[in-house]
C-alpha cells in the first residue's frame, strides 16, 4: 500500500472502473483502483464491445450511451489500438420501428428486404464502435497512470465498510461482485459467450435485436478476427465455456454466412454480466464525512454506457469534495 492517502478509492478494475477512475484522476484527483483480478481477467476483457444500449435501463441510459458514442468516435479518429467505427445492419426477427437512439447516428437508413438476412422482417444499417477489449483495457489503465492514478490488484474486498479505509470517497464499480459486496440481491450473474474465428473477410457487423438478453446472433469484425455470439445463460456465475454452446453460436452465424460454417475457430470468451432491473449510479451519504458512489448493474451495456457513466460519477463525486 502506498503511503498517501486518494482522495478515492475506485472498487473494481473492469471497464467501469477504469474508465471511471481515468476521468476522475484527469480531473486532479489522487485516486486508487482496487480490485482482485488484473483488466485482462475481468469479464469486460471477454466482451465483445459493440456499442449498443438497448440491454440496460435507466432513465439516462440514451444520455449515458450518446456521450459515450462521442467519446469513442474520437478515439477511433486519434488512431488508439482496438477502438474501430464499423458499418452494420442491426435486425429483428419481427417487424418493429427503428429505435429512436439509432436514427441519429452516423449512416443510418431503414433497411429493406434484400438488407436482411433470412428469417428477419426489419432492421436498420448504422456505424458503431466496436472495441476491441484486451488492448483497449490496457490503454485505459495506462491512461490512469499517467495521470497519477494508483493500480492495486490481488486483495479481496469483504466490504464496501473495508473499502472506506482507504478513502473517504469509494465508488463502487464492483459489477456482479456487487451482489455480495453491497449486498444487492437484485443484481443476477449472467454467462455469455464469444466463438473467436479467423475472419473470412466480413467487413460490416450484423446483430439481431432482441427485446433481453437472450439467445442471439451477431457477428463483430476486429480485423482478422471475427468474434460470433451469443449466448446468456442466466444464474451462472462461472466464466467457463461450453461446448455446446459454442458449436451453436456458430451453428447460428453459419446460418446466416454460409462462410463461416468452416471458418478456423481461434478461441472462446466468456464472461459474467451483471443484470439489474436498473442501473444503480447514485451517491450514498453514510455520515460522518464517508460516501460510496454507486456505478453498477449496467447488464450487457458496460462498455456502451461506460464514458457517461464515469462523468457523472465524477460530478458527484467533486460535488462531495465540495469542487
Not at 16 to 38: F, M, N, P, Q, W
Not at 179 to 193: A, K, S, T
Not at 234 to 261: Q, T, Y
Request: hydrophobic fraction near 40%; glycine fraction near 10%; include cysteine.
Amino acid at each position: 500500500m502506498t503511503s498517501h492517502r486518494p482522495d478515492v478509492l475506485v472498487v473494481g478494475a473492469g471497464v467501469s472502473g477504469l474508465t471511471t477512475g481515468v476521468r476522475l484522476a484527469e480531473s486532479d484527483l489522487r485516486v486508487r483502483i482496487r480490485a482482485l483480478k488484473e483488466p485482462a481477467e475481468t469479464s469486460s476483457a471477454a466482451a465483445g464491445a459493440i456499442w449498443d444500449p438497448i440491454y440496460a435501463k435507466h432513465p439516462r441510459v440514451e444520455f449515458w450511451a450518446a456521450r459515450s458514442y462521442q467519446v469513442f468516435e474520437a478515439l477511433a479518429l486519434a488512431g488508439l489500438p482496438g477502438v474501430r467505427m464499423v458499418d452494420g445492419v442491426e435486425a429483428s426477427r419481427t417487424p418493429i420501428p427503428s429505435p429512436s437512439w439509432a436514427s441519429v447516428l452516423p449512416g443510418f437508413r431503414e433497411c429493406g428486404p434484400d438488407d436482411l438476412p433470412a428469417g428477419f422482417a426489419s432492421g436498420w444499417h448504422y456505424t458503431a464502435p466496436i472495441i476491441d477489449m484486451p488492448p483497449y483495457l490496457r490503454t485505459l489503465s495506462d491512461r490512469l497512470l499517467a495521470a497519477g492514478g494508483e493500480l492495486l490488484f490481488g486483495s479481496q474486498l469483504q466490504s464496501l465498510g473495508e473499502a472506506l479505509a482507504d478513502a473517504d470517497v469509494v465508488v463502487n464499480c464492483s459489477g456482479v461482485g456487487a451482489r455480495d459486496l453491497v449486498p444487492d440481491p437484485e443484481v443476477q450473474p449472467i454467462r455469455g459467450q464469444l466463438v473467436a474465428v479467423r475472419n473470412p473477410g466480413l467487413q460490416e457487423f450484423f446483430a439481431e435485436h432482441t427485446d433481453e438478453l437472450g439467445e442471439m446472433t451477431y457477428l463483430l469484425p476486429q480485423g482478422e478476427v471475427l468474434l460470433l455470439g451469443g449466448s446468456a445463460e442466466k444464474g451462472e456465475a462461472e466464466p467457463v465455456p461450453v461446448a455446446d454452446v459454442a458449436a451453436a453460436i456458430v451453428a447460428r452465424c453459419s446460418e446466416i454466412f454460409p462462410e463461416l460454417a468452416d471458418a478456423e475457430i481461434l478461441g472462446h470468451r466468456t464472461g459474467i454480466r451483471p443484470s439489474r432491473p436498473e442501473v444503480r449510479l447514485e451517491h450514498e451519504d453514510l455520515g460522518g464525512g464517508r460516501h460510496i458512489v454507486h456505478n453498477y448493474g449496467h447488464s450487457g451495456a458496460g462498455v456502451s454506457l461506460s464514458w457517461g457513466c464515469a462523468e457523472d460519477v465524477t460530478a458527484l463525486v467533486r460535488d462531495i469534495l465540495g469542487d
